[in-house]
């Protein structure tokens, strides 16, 4: 007998089933996902990565980052805080209701969180005790997690973060850690590049590679000014080889590391977001300086 | 030597057949249980096939009801519509008024007064006469009223908080309670107040 017509069937089919549920489902529910307006803040989210970003995406795909790297955090189910944002007139009745609310609370200060509750009903009806007592009160969302209590991001990562990412770069190992929110984690880009060229000065026995092939290294006369660029040699003093003699090498990153800098520094993905409720990420701090305390991890 | 070829019997009989065999009962037993588990697993942590649900999260309606919905503001939202088909038909959408004919509201120490009780008074039953409003004199008549525009306790204390927190004015929020309160107070008035007699209402 031959079943040549009967097994292609069956292989099509299976074929054809998980192309459907796979492939097709997902492209009509969110194949046409556009950036939405922030109820926080008003602004466009995600925005498009910066030119020097977008190259630097390049080259973390080139050099195979992603395979050790994953850029996604997950997150468990949230608790809510109660928090206080002003004490009204009535501030010994509202002190009163918060330790009727939490006997741990404490004295009850402006900008205070009286309560943390897995209940979300819980938390309103504390906050609205506190309301009705003249004070201001808000619930705020608080994502928890082995990977938000780690610091690696703010909430659970979504379709909506990777809108203007291509290829995306999720990876799907942890050999290094996540780097979803290294932006947020890491922002100082001379940290981030002596860590490229050498990840073993800034992490005892890491085994990150080094990609030293991203740096030119220029050596110069000990009384010679150094190299335009050159990387500040103060920051890993102690664990910098220098070389005896005359000469010194000084450490030169090309384009392609800055633009790799460029990209990590653009990773953070912390808009609150329907799918993704969170606290309101505070304004972004003044753009990385070249201090050292961006060296201390 | 070469061996005798050995006799084609037994070899043909243990040769693969072609042909259908019963599946034993175990493995459809045993399919069954997966596919049931595999259907409970979906089930749990499918989210409901809803594009916007991840995990942890397990329904669209628990994402709706965990969005902060700030209270006050989605009260101004609607105090602010409902003021632009009632009161702001004369005291204009800024708030401003018109010359000669409405008093303004912006800035006017009417509606900014911490205690709401004579603005209340005033949006109930409507106010006439001479009134002083930013160190500007009218004498005029407020036609309508909250009561006879059908304007409910609920809309109305939306009204007045959007009145009392836009257009730069900062005033307290006003809550249905006190509007009830203050219609208990006046019972069945229905005449216009006058300047004189709000000032004669205690204000906390």
């Not at chain 1, 953070?268 to 003044?286: G, M, R, S």
């Not at chain 2, 109930?124 to 002083?132: C, E, R």
């Amino acid at each position: 007998m031959n079943f040549g017509p009967l097994i292609f069937l069956g292989v099509f089919f299976t074929m054809a089933c998980s192309w459907f549920g796979m492939i097709v489902v997902p492209q009509l529910q969110i194949g046409g996902q556009q950036p939405v307006k922030l109820e926080a803040t008003g602004q466009m989210y995600p925005l498009p990565r910066a030119g020097l970003a977008q190259q630097g995406a390049a080259v973390y795909r080139a050099n195979g980052c992603a395979a050790c790297h994953s850029q996604q955090v997950r997150q468990g189910p949230p608790v809510f805080d109660v928090k206080l944002n002003d004490l009204g007139t009535n501030a010994a009745q509202v002190a009163d209701i918060a330790r009727k609310i939490n006997h741990a609370a404490g004295a009850p200060l402006p900008g205070k969180n009286i309560w943390r509750t897995p209940v979300k009903k819980d938390a309103d009806a504390a906050a609205k005790r506190l309301t009705d007592a003249g004070a201001k009160a808000a619930v705020v969302i608080v994502p928890t997690g082995a990977d938000i209590e780690r610091g690696w991001g703010a909430r659970v990562s979504v379709a909506q973060d990777y809108l203007y990412d291509q290829p995306l770069m999720l990876g799907s190992r942890r050999i290094g850690p996540d780097l979803a929110n290294i932006g947020a984690r890491k922002p100082g880009a001379d940290w981030q590049l002596w860590h490229l060229y050498n990840p073993r000065l800034i992490t005892d026995g890491s085994f990150m590679p080094a990609y030293r092939f991203l740096f030119n290294e220029v050596p110069r006369r000990k009384d010679a000014p150094p190299a335009l660029g050159a990387l500040d040699k103060t920051l890993v003093a102690k664990t910098f080889p220098e070389p005896a003699g005359e000469t010194v090498t000084d450490i030169v990153p090309t384009a392609e590391a800055v633009a790799l800098v460029a990209y990590l520094a653009s990773l953070n993905p912390d808009a609150p977001l329907f799918e993704a409720p969170a606290p309101v990420p505070p304004p972004p701090a003044a753009p990385a300086t070249n201090t050292p305390a961006a060296v201390k991890p | 030597m070469n061996a005798e070829p050995q006799a084609s019997a037994p070899l043909a009989e243990a040769a693969p057949k072609v042909g259908f065999a019963a599946v034993p009962i175990w493995l459809i037993i045993l399919t069954a249980l997966l596919g049931y588990r595999g259907c409970m697993y979906v089930d749990q942590f499918g989210g409901g096939f809803d594009p916007k649900v991840y995990t942890p999260y397990a329904s669209f309606k628990q994402l709706d009801d965990l969005q902060t919905k700030d209270a006050n503001a989605e009260m101004i939202q609607r105090g602010k519509r409902r003021y632009n088909e009632t009161c702001g038909q004369c005291h204009q959408a800024g708030g401003l008024g018109t010359p000669w004919q409405f008093p303004p509201l912006a800035g006017s120490e009417w509606v900014t007064a911490p205690d709401p009780a004579r603005l209340i008074r005033i949006s109930l039953h409507a106010v006439q006469g001479p009134i002083t409003v930013n160190g500007q004199q009218w004498d005029l008549i407020m036609s309508l009223n909250a009561i006879t525009l059908g304007i409910s306790d609920d809309d109305l204390a939306a009204i007045l908080t959007y009145i009392r927190q836009d257009w730069g004015n900062k005033a307290p929020a006003v809550t249905p309670a006190q509007i009830a309160a203050v219609k208990k107070e006046t019972g069945d008035r229905a005449t216009p107040w006058t300047a004189e007699e709000l000032k004669a209402v205690p204000l906390k």
